[in-house]
């Protein structure tokens, strides 16, 4: 990647990773194939022992997927990337690949549903424990590292209340602890965030959501130094949860327009912020790039921009809150988020719906509360569609 260490990111987003084969083919190429021919029974034997670099079996790598993984890695600023088949199992090959029985890991409370879940219901019958600790006090990461504290992990924003984690002072407890920072920079992507600059040492991506930006294919990815990711790769090209080829070249061709759609979403993002902050049956809007987000500084600082998600809280609760989804006409009420179409979500009665409302209470989720994933329609648009049920 050494031609591509001087270029911008929208650049890096349509040029990095490109691999031609002997056709010279301009855009790149979806290699459909399970495995790789050898020239000789010698050849395949020093593959298979790993003397001499190349493709084997598509479980390990495949071109398509390879081009996806350096373009990605490029963005990111990472010595490499290693590409899986969703968010979820990106994760999993992280903890596989770097943890073993006997390790605890210290983890954000604001985290995904999903994410959660493999921690507590997963990983822990494997010996691994983990301790939960608050977004944004840096006090509680250090407070809760044990001797045997291998891994922090957090999300920043926060879904869905936006909370921003200080990625430096957290990255900087992590190192003096011998512990490892990932840091799944889902919501921001490159474009808005590289948490490797900042101290972390592994980012996780759900590509589901703005690499592919459109709502069609599931993937993720692991990113960090080579040494460092060596057993999550073992990890991949044994137990197999790899991207497919074909995903892999809609990511690619999602990454050539990541830096205008970002752009765009967050643009839109905060013009209906500043929207919703005006409607009076609004009673608290959560976006960073509002300057009344209580860690607007920080976030400016860490993030190019607020970024594509917004939440508010309604006043009158639940009703209030499902009036307002069941009102909309364009907007789509769907789990996804980061598409070119705009979704919106309960987070109470969906996403959190699985823990107890005490513990939705402490965690800031009311029942009046929305989630908007902002899209690329025109605004108007977007907020005639809410005014209907804030009426
Ligand atoms: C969606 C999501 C994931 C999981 O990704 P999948 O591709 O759905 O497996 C992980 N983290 C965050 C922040 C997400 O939004």
Not at 100 to 127: C, E, M, P
Not at 308 to 335: L, N
Request: aromatic share 8%; hydrophobic share 45%.
């Amino acid at each position: 990647m050494s031609d591509f260490e001087n270029y911008q990111p929208e650049t890096l987003a349509v040029r990095a990773g490109t691999e031609r084969s002997q056709f010279h083919e301009h855009s790149e190429a979806m290699f459909l194939t399970s495995s790789f021919v050898f020239d000789s029974a010698e050849q395949a034997a020093k593959r298979f022992i790993g003397e001499e670099p190349g493709n084997i079996y598509a479980r390990f790598t495949n071109p398509t997927v390879t081009m996806f993984e350096q373009r990605l890695a490029a963005l990111e600023g990472a010595e490499q990337c290693i590409a899986t088949a969703s968010g979820m199992s990106a994760i999993l090959a992280a903890c596989m690949g770097l943890l073993k029985a006997g390790d605890h890991v210290v983890a954000s409370q604001s985290l995904f549903g999903a994410t959660v879940n493999l921690f507590n219901n997963i990983l822990k019958k494997f010996g691994i424990e983990t301790t939960y600790v608050s977004a944004t006090d840096v006090a509680q990461w250090r407070a809760a590292v044990c001797p045997n504290t291998k891994l922090f992990f957090l999300e920043t924003p926060s879904n869905p209340l936006t909370e921003i984690s200080d990625i430096a002072s957290i990255s900087a407890v992590a190192k003096e602890c011998g512990a490892l920072l990932a840091v799944d920079n889902c919501f921001c992507t490159p474009i808005l965030q590289q948490p490797l600059k900042l101290g972390a040492d592994i980012v996780i991506h759900s590509a589901t959501k703005y690499i592919d930006g459109q709502g069609r294919v599931l993937g993720g990815a692991v990113l960090g130094g080579k040494k460092l990711l060596e057993g999550v790769y073992g990890f991949l090209r044994t137990a197999g949860p790899t991207m497919s080829a074909f995903n892999a070249w809609v990511f690619l061709k999602g990454l050539e327009t990541l830096k205008l759609r970002m752009d765009a979403h967050s643009a839109n993002a905060l013009q209906l912020a500043q929207w919703l902050e005006q409607q009076p049956n609004v009673a608290r809007v959560f976006y960073p790039g509002l300057p009344s987000h209580p860690q607007h500084a920080l976030a400016m600082t860490q993030q190019k921009s607020g970024g594509g998600i917004v939440s508010f809280e309604v006043k009158g609760g639940k009703d209030a809150a499902w009036r307002v989804i069941d009102s909309t006409k364009m907007v789509s009420v769907t789990a996804n988020l980061g598409d070119t179409r705009t979704t919106i979500t309960h987070p109470a009665s969906t996403t959190h719906a699985r823990i107890t409302p005490e513990a939705r209470a402490a965690a800031g989720i009311s029942d009046g509360l929305i989630r908007i994933a902002v899209g690329l329609e025109a605004v108007v648009d977007i907020q005639n569609d809410l005014a209907r049920g804030l009426a």
